[in-house]
């Protein structure tokens, strides 16, 4: 579904990104881990179309078609969907009101018709259900005063609207106590199936315990250095990460 | 001959039609005298460095309508806010139109100040307010004083609060090549009486319309005054709004400015707080392209100990767009215990568009909260990209940004059927139309 090529980017001439392989297919969850400062989050804002970076070298392509020409709006409409580290607050724009925005005009561009008033309103129904979250939520205006937990369910609340076929969480434990990880969890599992891919990039093992991923790969100094099973995450969670920069200099 | 030679000429005239044993015709003498001396401001003047009236006094205004126009309401139904019912009174090319309006006498009055300045049952109330807020030595201000005749007069006496919202409409045709006009409006809200007031200034045409306009508001002991500026006039229109408040204890007045369209726009808002526990709250959404220039001076002076002010003035400035905004907060020496709050936010999304921003306090009072921030910056690229990993187009992102902008702005409109209207207007301008009312 996803595959990424020898992918350079740069921000500002800072290479951040020096030649990353990837390919995700239908049905698989991947884990991307790392310390800070590896490109982690880089690699998300990349494949979701942030303007501020600059592909140098290497492509990206969903379902074969190549992504680089295509606005962040449009790769949205392609399916791909990126689960924010810092949500943005949006006062005076409801929940619901964002989010029939958001449907409405990945529709449009489709060349489909706005869904019908019932329709969104049953699917809101389903998919705020789904995430526990409670009616008086969605009037509230989008994100603001949010708890972390709150945000973060939120943007699942999204990818659960949007339907996308590739989702990226950026760090989507982070900010999260205990209770809200295990509710977004379930909410992203439950949306798993053999016709969408999701990209887990976290900083800890902690949310693969719930998300359990086919592979983990770790990031460092803007490459994939090493590749593996979700046993990975146990190991790194265990050695940290300096074994693997040693051997990455080696 | 330029503009201040024709007034000052036009005004012997002007004198001979009017009552001269009148109280008012003293002031309007003395008026005329002021404005003789100072004559209009020029940039030369710190208030008026950023606003330059020059172009203005070149144009060959009427100053007086040579005939009287009628229009259709069909016409000029979406001025109003028709979705609801309000008192209105209407004057077009500066001449009442009893056609276009509704005023009523039932407990309240909401009629003219041409009949408040003729008939003696006014009298009490023009002796004890009229031209006692308005300033005596600005000069625009003595201008419109001395051409004082029409306006809107609003009285509402003791405990009252008149059963619906109150519009007032100027609206000019464009029979004139040029046309000036100089409307003066009272507003009186007595002891825990309550009013709300939208108001509005439209333009028919491209001929050119200068107004300069006086608005005096005083909000008895415990009164509410929720008065609403809504600036959205063609490019052809300039307008210089001078509004004097004067409140008494526990009073609550509220302004709010919506400054969208015009050429240029001069808004001096004066709060005089004459008593304690006084609420005053003057907020404003600005939003501009082209080459329009929207100026707002605000004035707030705490007279009294154990006041508030809140200020809180968003905006946006496109293409080569011009914003002044200078909050002047004033606290003497008794007001001890003022909690004064100035908020100034600016974007600005073209490299051509210019804001200045100028907070101004002096403080005399030693145990106060005064606190004030201004910020001119542009539009958030985190957040946009957020809006668009969404799949909402670039434009409709920016706009939604901006509307949550000026969102909090809107928030303290009272009037529900405005705050949308307010919306569309501003979705409009931004020249969006997303699936929900903006």
């Known amino acids: 579904m996803l595959e990424i090529k020898n992918l350079h980017a740069s921000i500002d001439d800072k290479k951040i990104l020096k030649g990353i392989n990837l390919e995700v297919n239908a049905g698989e969850v991947h884990a991307i881990m790392g310390p800070n400062g590896s490109g982690k989050s880089t690699l998300a804002s990349v494949i979701a179309g942030k303007e501020e970076f600059e592909i140098k070298k290497g492509n990206i392509s969903l379902e074969g078609e190549d992504l680089e020409e295509l606005s962040p709006e449009e790769r949205a409409h392609q399916g791909i969907f990126l689960s924010f580290q810092y949500p943005v607050e949006i006062p005076g724009v409801t929940v619901t009101n964002f989010i029939k925005t958001a449907i409405n005009e990945s529709r449009k561009a489709r060349g489909m018709e706005d869904m019908p008033a019932n329709e969104m309103l049953k699917l809101i129904r389903e998919k705020s259900q789904l995430l526990e979250i409670d009616r008086k939520f969605l009037s509230r205006s989008l994100n603001e005063g949010f708890s972390g937990g709150e945000k973060k369910r939120n943007e699942i609340f999204q990818m659960a609207m949007m339907e996308p076929k590739l989702a990226i969480l950026d760090e989507t434990d982070s900010g999260l106590d205990i209770d809200a990880l295990r509710i977004v969890a379930n909410g992203v ?49 265990e050695k940290g990460y300096d074994w693997l920069k040693q051997e990455a200099t080696v | ?53 020059n172009s203005l006094q070149k144009v060959d205004f009427s100053i007086f309508p040579k005939q009287e ?66 300033s005596k030595d600005e000069s625009l201000t003595t201008l419109n004083t001395a051409f004082c005749r029409e306006g809107a007069y609003i009285y509402i006496p003791k405990n009252k609060m008149p059963k619906k919202p109150i519009q007032i409409l100027h609206l000019a045709t464009g029979n004139e090549a040029a046309l000036m006009l100089q409307p003066r409006n009272l507003i009186v809200a007595e002891q825990n009486a309550e009013v709300q007031i939208i108001e509005r200034h439209q333009s028919l045409t491209d001929n050119e319309v200068f107004t300069n306009s006086v608005t005096e508001i005083f909000a008895g002991k415990d009164a509410i005054v929720d008065y609403y500026k809504v600036q959205n006039d063609n490019d052809s229109a300039s307008l210089v709004d001078n509004t004097y408040i004067s409140q008494k204890d526990s009073s609550v007045v509220r302004v709010h400015t919506f400054s969208f369209g015009g050429k240029l726009t001069r808004n001096n808002l004066n709060f005089y707080q004459d008593g304690e526990r006084i609420d005053s709250t003057l907020k404003g959404v600005t939003i501009l392209g082209e080459k329009q220039h929207v100026d707002h001076h605000t004035l707030v002076h705490h007279a009294q100990p154990n006041c508030e002010s809140h200020q809180d003035y968003k905006g946006i400035f496109g293409e080569r767009s011009t914003g002044v905004f200078n909050g002047k907060i004033v606290v003497d020496k008794i007001a001890q215990k003022t909690d004064a709050f100035q908020q100034n936010n600016n974007i600005l999304i073209s490299d051509k568009a210019t804001i200045n921003s100028k907070p101004q306090l ?24 957020y809006l668009r990993s969404r799949g909402i187009p670039k434009k409709e992102a920016t706009a939604l940004l901006m509307y949550a902008f000026a969102n909090n702005v809107l928030e303290s409109v009272r009037i529900p059927e405005l705050k949308v209207r307010i919306n569309k207007i501003i979705a409009n301008k931004l020249g969006v139309r997303v699936g929900f009312e903006l």
């Open chain 1, 189 to 237: 599992n439950k949306l798993r199936s053999k016709d969408n891919a999701i990209i887990v990039i976290t900083h800890y093992q902690r949310l693969l315990e719930y998300i359990v991923p086919d592979y983990v790969h770790v990031l460092h100094d803007g490459k994939i250095v090493k590749s593996g099973t979700k046993e990975l995450a146990l190991e790194l969670e």
């Open chain 2, 362 to 385: 002096e403080i005399f009072a030693d145990d106060v909260k005064c606190s004030h921030g201004c910020t001119i910056g542009q539009l958030d690229e985190e957040a946009l990209f």
């Open chain 2, 1 to 53: 001959m330029d503009l201040k030679d024709k007034l000052l000429s036009s005004f012997l005239a002007f004198e001979n039609t009017l009552d001269l044993e009148h109280p008012v015709h003293e002031v309007r003498s003395e008026a005329i005298k002021n404005f003789e001396e100072k004559g209009f401001p020029s940039k030369k003047e710190e208030a008026w460095k950023y606003t330059s009236l």
């Open chain 2, 69 to 134: 126009n009628t229009l259709d309401y069909k016409d000029i139904k979406k001025y109003f806010l028709h979705e609801i019912d309000t008192y209105k009174i209407v004057f077009v090319d500066g001449v009442y139109s009893s056609y276009l309006s509704e005023t009523t006498h039932d407990g309240v009055d909401v009629c003219l100040m041409s009949s408040a300045f003729s008939k003696p049952m006014f009298r009490p109330v023009i002796d004890v307010y009229f031209n006692k807020a308005a």
